[in-house]
């Protein structure tokens, strides 16, 4: 029998297994929302389709599974492009699908005709604009394949409207098999013995845990390698959760806004193990500098990662929790009881002490946190957006498993907390998700709230309401001597009675003194929350 295009796609994300989906209609993309009307996926309809492009992000990071976002075509595709770039520079696994002017109509400028697969080329694993319909479903089922696999990322995938329309005999690939497309899960056996012998001969190691660890599952492998051979772990923003934030081998972050104790321990050690990590700017700077004194071991199922950045001695192209698990049955502990011993020293001297900063007449961000990390439930789904609300959480917000931080690391994207955090409550729906969020980032996409409303997604909000606009004005005092340039927001809405607008609880905390019984409140139920937290200007992210 044979289906519409249209149905064809529905069909074939049932194929996947795809149970929900977020995303905005328009004329170009009807056919495929028609057609979904006779399926069981659940849609959720964001106020914007960049917050579609988040949400999906949010789910794939909760779940491990792909996300998938729609939009119709013109600006519509235009307006996922943010989210799809910071899917890429994240490495999660979204397939988006976009609506397209007709075939004929291409290249002819008519009424909302955008090209999407031009646009997006430099930052989508691969994209497709579908010429023929009979091909769709293999491309549909290609498309997932190389989300999904090796260094996962985003797939987008246009269709004209005519292609939608046009009818096809369906039948869906068990398999398929694209040529040069490959990826490498088994590590080099020699080069693993090589990184065995280096981390047994290592009197300073310490092991970097990246974004990868937590895509591949590998967060068991990397504890007991490090408990094996008593390595201490500091992590990339990315990592964040790969070794929980309270183990006694955890450094916590490193980089320009990291521990200073995880600093130390990257620019002191003799041999460095980089894990599913991508050496950005932010996390190591004078990579120069740090090869020259250490070893390096480079992890990383891509390829282009290892060497790109940093001078590796021992390269290993892998599926890191395979290559971890072939490593952990031949290496041997090193002697480094007294680097450990050094690190316990640093680390006491430099642990932050919140019972300093419990009083004041405003909310301390660094308490508060703390204080939240304690009281949240374990099954607990942090999202941020981008700004100090970041670092301050990435720094002070404990966090005991895999997938329960959410954040935008490469791209650093203003606006990704709120519907990134929608996307997880979805997908975990018995998770607690709070989404911490500054003044500024949250006004990117609070109209967000409406799609909360409408699916009754209990989502909290913590701001650090510092009417300021706080990263762009903390980097202006340190170096433009001060010279403040549109960084003011003293004009803010009252958040608060915004919620109210929607029909949500809230609260302003203006002193840490209210914080406990705040969060008491909040946590009562799986209801949307707000906490509008009263922050200093002058209060530092280092």
């Not at 246009?158 to 096809?168: A, G, K, L, S």
């Not at 504890?223 to 201490?232: H, M």
């Not at 890191?320 to 072939?326: A, F, G, M, W, Y």
């Amino acid at each position: 029998m044979k289906i519409s295009g249209a149905r064809a796609i529905i069909k074939s994300l049932e194929k996947e297994n795809v149970n929900v989906i977020f995303g905005y209609p328009g004329a170009a993309i009807c056919p495929f929302y028609d057609a979904l009307l006779d399926s069981s996926i659940r849609h959720i309809l964001t106020r914007n389709e960049q917050g579609a492009a988040h949400a999906a992000n949010g789910y794939a990071r909760a779940t491990g599974k792909t996300g998938v976002c729609v939009a119709t075509s013109g600006p519509g595709a235009t307006n996922l492009i943010t989210g799809i770039a910071t899917a890429y520079m994240d490495s999660i696994p979204i397939v988006a699908i976009t609506g397209q002017v007709s075939t004929e109509l291409i290249g002819r400028d008519v009424f909302q005709e955008a090209d999407i697969t031009g646009a997006t080329a430099p930052f989508c694993k691969h994209n497709y604009l579908v010429k023929n319909a009979k091909k769709l479903p293999y491309i549909i089922k290609e498309a997932f394949h190389i989300a999904s696999t090796g260094r996962p990322g985003p797939v987008l995938i246009d269709v004209p409207i005519d292609i939608q329309n046009t009818e096809i005999e369906f039948n869906y690939p068990e398999t398929v098999d694209i040529r040069g497309y490959k990826p490498n899960y088994k590590g080099h056996p020699m080069q693993i013995k090589k990184a065995a012998e280096e981390i047994s001969k290592a009197k300073a190691p310490v092991i970097c845990a990246g974004g990868g660890i937590i895509n591949a599952e590998a967060s068991a492998e990397l504890l007991e390698l490090a408990e094996k051979c008593c390595i201490p772990v500091t992590t990339t923003l990315m990592g964040k959760g790969a070794i929980p934030s309270l183990h006694r081998l955890s450094l916590g972050m490193l980089g320009s806004h990291g521990s200073p104790v995880a600093n130390y321990a990257v620019n002191n050690a003799d041999l460095l193990i980089l894990l599913g990590a991508r050496v950005g700017d932010r996390a190591i700077a004078a990579t120069h500098k740090i090869a020259k004194k250490a070893k390096i071991i480079h992890i990383d199922i891509d390829p282009a990662e290892i060497g790109k950045n940093i001078e590796v001695t021992i390269p290993i192209v892998g599926d890191v929790k395979n290559v971890l698990r072939d490593l952990i049955s031949i290496v041997e502990k090193g002697n480094v009881d007294e680097w450990n011993q050094k690190i316990q020293s640093f680390k006491s001297k430099h642990t932050v002490s919140y019972e300093d900063v419990n009083e004041g007449d405003t909310v301390k961000p660094k308490y508060m946190l703390s204080l939240l990390s304690e009281m949240v439930p374990d099954n607990t789904i942090v999202t941020t957006e981008v700004g100090q609300n970041q670092i301050w959480a990435a720094n002070h917000f404990n966090v005991s498993r895999p997938r329960s931080f959410i954040t935008s690391g490469g791209m650093g994207t203003m606006g990704f907390g709120l519907p990134s955090a929608i996307g997880a409550k979805i997908g975990t729906p018995e998770s607690t998700v709070i989404t911490i969020s500054g003044d500024g980032s949250f006004q990117m996409s609070l109209q967000e709230l409406g799609t909360i409303k409408q699916c009754k997604i209990g989502v909290k909000v913590v701001i650090f309401n510092n009417s300021r606009l706080g990263m762009v004005r903390e980097i202006q005092r340190t170096k433009y001597r001060g010279r403040y340039s549109q960084v003011f927001l003293e004009n803010n809405p009252d958040f608060v009675s915004l919620f109210g607008a929607y029909g949500f609880k809230g609260e302003r905390v203006e002193n840490n003194s209210q914080v406990r019984a705040a969060i008491e409140r909040m946590l009562s139920n799986d209801e949307p929350y707000l906490l509008d937290c009263v922050v200093d200007p002058e209060e530092p992210t280092l």
